[in-house]
């Protein structure tokens, strides 16, 4: 066996959250639990993208119109669209073949460390969506968890001091996660910490791994929506998108990975190779692409009808982390994000658990506890907006309620 | 970089034929070529199935029925289905926990090695589905590529005097891929031949990766239709299917792996792990499942009518796979499968390449060379069923003209 995998943490934290509830649900019965822990949507389809997904299934219907193998790389239907809409409309030189379709960030940002040699040096903001974590320590790239970390990490530690976005580093990273807007802490960068982070990987050599997934959630229009917005990033960085959050697919799955041509890794005498290269011979031999009545749905994001509607859907979450913000803020916690995201941040002033516990037993109300996604995660938890507007209101009415009595 | 990618064959063999094909049209545009080459289905959906497809976009469509992120293991309602009537009915003892959905054969045959130690000794069937060999060389557990093979592999060679179906070996090998109805001869193992590898396997405390992915196209009775038909394969063997060929999903993309709770891996100390523990967590970290109305039209293949349309489609090609055999046969090839898979493996008399040439050039039929599945298949083509009846029969004839001219 890959021995690697026994150094993983085995209490997954949405299991250890699963059984909490369990048992709480089990000792109160007649109490309704409201979900504002994990970050899965809860809002139907659009109707453009619903029409768009039967068309393509009845194309699968008749031998004509009948669609076998699909390109591992995505349609060039969808490709065309992602390039023109989510780029060059904002500025950014991507091009359709620099665009990969895939069935999810999670596997994307999950496998694209498959390209990387075994003993590069790896960043990753504490705290974090655990994916990046846990896959290169299955690959064998750290050491064992002691005190709450894997040893051979960077840890680029996001705190109230720095708002939670981490500079970089004085020493020298090969690999750098970012996630913006973040999951957990639901922040932003700025355009200049952002240009602080492109710099340094030109300077270093370093590859970013940008994790966009929450994009569509950016209202602040001072704030880049595409590291590519950056001079220079087009050589140092890959973005990876979704469409779970942004168009409800979280069930539907579709997303997909930007790669630039000038995107280059190292071999052993330092000779450049294209990562766009090894990404599609990767993606050729160990994927079959998206099925393709999902590529149809996906394509109707990109109509005008479909921009409308997607964007309603976000700003609903939006409202949503609103409330949610200002209802916290005014029971006098310390809050963060829900402004440009749809996950707010809230300082527990004790411990992860602790609130996350006080708020099932006190509310019936799930949380994510901060502690979950790493050690700078204490003493926070997480704040969902995805879910419907009176159930969110009535877990802040619950919320309010249970710490008006405190 | 992953320096194990440069050892990688570049002119992969589809993108050859691809280059061949597209000199060919250029030099003759008013022949039409048909395509006999490429293992993808060319049949619509069938009704069951499309109804149950629109059905799960349906309820995509509203709040109440909509559904976010499934389980990564795949939906209960499928794996059910899956256990019941792909394993019990047919007298293997599998249950729905033992099952994992996923998008692709192509994906879990290539992801799966990720769960073994980078040092194992590793035997591949000559010629194979060249996946298997692939995803091993970017993993590193190979040398380079010397004389057509690469270092460190175990090849166990199918030719015709073992009817293509390799018998153990004398020494030891700790991981074994078989490919049975296989790709690319159209050959099928008798029960007493994977009994035998079955009692290897036992006796060496080795794992069989079994793909299944051609399962449904066996007719005669003798042949299992699952390694978990021979007693005591539960220990020491895993199962991929495929709804691709049988049911026309190549470009809807659903399949599913099997493994038995008593299939164990071994770490450093000798102690036993589970492998299907193994495999559920690196699929909860690095997938997300499969999409759900893919999952709600797979599930159509169950129903008595779904599986009424799917034997018939699967006779359709089996029936297509016939005329090829008897043509070939008729004009002096000697010609192996095609019986129960819907491959037909033609010797050539000449190199796979010059009968290749002769095809396109002669009658503007694609085939596949056998060479590029390995240094056994040098001598041989594959031709594949998988087109409508008169473009059979045409391309049939064709050759048929060809051939008496020779």
């Excluded at 290169?136 to 064992?144: F, K, Q």
């Excluded at 087009?234 to 000038?262: D, H, L, N, Q, W």
Aim: aromatic fraction near 12%; proline fraction near 4%.
């Amino acid at each position: 066996m890959n021995t690697h995998y026994k150094k993983l943490q085995s209490s997954y934290l949405f299991s250890k959250i699963g059984k909490k509830v369990g048992d709480f649900q089990a000792a109160n019965p007649d109490q309704r639990v409201i979900k504002l822990g994990i970050g899965d949507v809860t809002h139907a389809l659009s109707e453009s993208i619903l029409s768009a997904f039967h068309k393509g299934v009845d194309d699968q219907g008749s031998d004509e119109s009948f669609h076998g193998y699909g390109p591992e790389q995505g349609y060039a239907f969808l490709r065309d669209k992602i390039a023109e809409y989510d780029y060059r409309r904002n500025g950014c030189d991507i091009s359709p073949d620099e665009i990969f379709v895939s069935d999810g960030a999670k596997c994307d940002t999950g496998n694209i460390q498959e390209l990387f040699s075994q003993d590069i040096s790896i960043g990753v903001p504490d705290p974090v969506y655990p994916v990046y974590v846990d896959t290169n320590v299955m690959a064998g790239r750290t050491g064992e968890f002691v005190d709450g970390r894997y040893e051979g990490l960077h840890y680029l530690e996001g705190n109230e001091s720095n708002g939670f976005v981490p500079s970089p580093p004085d020493q020298h990273i090969d690999l750098i996660y970012l996630c913006f807007p973040n999951n957990p802490t639901g922040t932003v960068a700025t355009r200049e910490q952002l240009a602080e982070w492109v710099a340094y990987a030109r300077r270093e050599k370093s590859l970013i791994l940008f994790d966009a997934a929450y994009v569509e959630f950016i209202r602040d229009e001072s704030i880049p929506k595409s590291i590519y917005e950056i001079p220079g990033a087009r050589e140092v960085a890959v973005e990876f998108r979704s469409y779970s959050k942004t168009a409800g697919f979280t069930g539907t799955r579709c997303a997909y990975t930007v790669i630039p041509s000038e995107c280059m890794v190292y071999d052993e005498d330092g000779s450049p190779h294209s990562l766009k290269d090894l990404w599609l011979r990767r993606q050729s031999t160990k994927f079959n692409g998206v099925s393709y009545p999902v590529q149809k749905a996906a394509e109707a994001i990109y109509t005008e009808k479909g921009r409308q509607e997607v964007r309603a859907l976000s700003d609903y979450y939006l409202e949503n982390a609103k409330l949610i913000r200002n209802k916290m803020t005014g029971l006098g916690f310390t809050v963060y994000g829900g402004e440009n995201s749809p996950y707010v941040w809230v300082k527990a002033g004790e411990s992860s658990w602790e609130l996350f516990d006080e708020l099932l037993e006190k509310a019936a109300v799930v949380t994510t506890p901060g502690a979950g996604f790493g050690s700078c995660g204490e003493g926070f938890i997480r704040i969902s907006s995805f879910n419907h507007r009176d159930q969110v209101e009535e877990a802040l009415e619950r919320i309010a309620d249970a710490f008006a009595s405190r």
